[in-house]
């Protein structure tokens, strides 16, 4: 089975603050992704990587950055959080390729106070 | 501008009975639609999916049909279980290395018993 884990389940931060949320895959996925769900919008995607190194920006990059420096481990970067950045943040991994299948982590609640 | 559109945001359906879930989508060249499914707290879980070249495919309780001329798909859920109620999401993607899928805003499916 795939396993995709994020480092926490539940975080509070303060505004101002960096953030770094951590995400590993364990099937040697060529591919990973970063969202953020809102209620009403859906799953925005915020930025993901085809390849250790290399990344690509989503639709709603602003105010995020992102690391890949293994080929397991994304990691998610807000610089300086802000209150808008209060969201549920989830990871993904698909094997690549045009195999089209992202498997999901179950998600980091971010509320930034 | 939304290429993938689930106009209802919420459903009920009697346990038992058929629950069909519809989605739009406006770019004619999308090569796979897919149906994630996601309880609150969990990342979301691949359900069931259909190449653009097929107009059904069906997997246990859960069918999808693509009308392509009507640029519209739909799933259904026969017989509906308490364990559906969840929010699903609709999804389209290119057949390309970076797998990228763009998902709909969900809609949230109540079983009632």
């Known amino acids: 089975d795939v396993k995709v884990t994020q480092s926490s389940r539940y975080l509070v931060k303060r505004t101002g603050e960096k953030v770094f949320l951590e995400c590993v895959q364990d099937?040697?996925?060529?591919?990973m992704f970063w969202y953020r769900q809102d209620p009403g919008l859906g799953l925005r995607l915020i930025y993901f990587?085809?390849?250790?190194?290399?990344?690509e920006k989503g639709d709603i990059p602003e105010g995020y950055s992102v690391s890949r420096e293994k080929k397991e481990r994304f990691s998610l970067i807000l610089e300086s959080a802000s209150t808008n950045q209060t969201s549920m943040y989830l990871c993904a991994s698909s094997f690549g390729q045009g195999s089209y299948e992202q498997y999901f982590g179950p998600g980091t609640r971010l509320t930034v106070t | 501008d939304q290429q993938v559109k689930q106009n209802s945001p919420s459903l009920s359906v009697q346990e038992g009975r058929i629950s069909i879930l519809n989605c739009d989508y406006t770019n004619s060249m999308f090569d796979y639609f897919l149906w994630y499914k996601k309880y609150p707290a969990e990342g979301p879980t691949f359900l069931i999916s259909?190449?653009?070249?097929?107009d059904k495919n069906e997997d246990g309780r859960f069918t999808v049909f693509l009308n392509k001329s009507a640029k519209h798909l739909s799933l259904h859920i026969v017989p509906s279980q308490p364990g559906d109620s969840a929010v699903y999401f609709c999804?389209?993607?290119?057949?390309?290395?970076?797998?990228?899928?763009?998902f709909g805003k969900g809609t949230r499916l109540h079983i009632l018993p």
């Open positions: 099937m040697d996925h060529e591919n």
């Open positions: 259909i190449s653009s070249i097929k």
């Open positions: 999804a389209a993607s290119f057949l390309n290395r970076d797998d990228k899928i763009i």
């Open positions: 990587s085809y390849d250790v190194k290399m990344k």
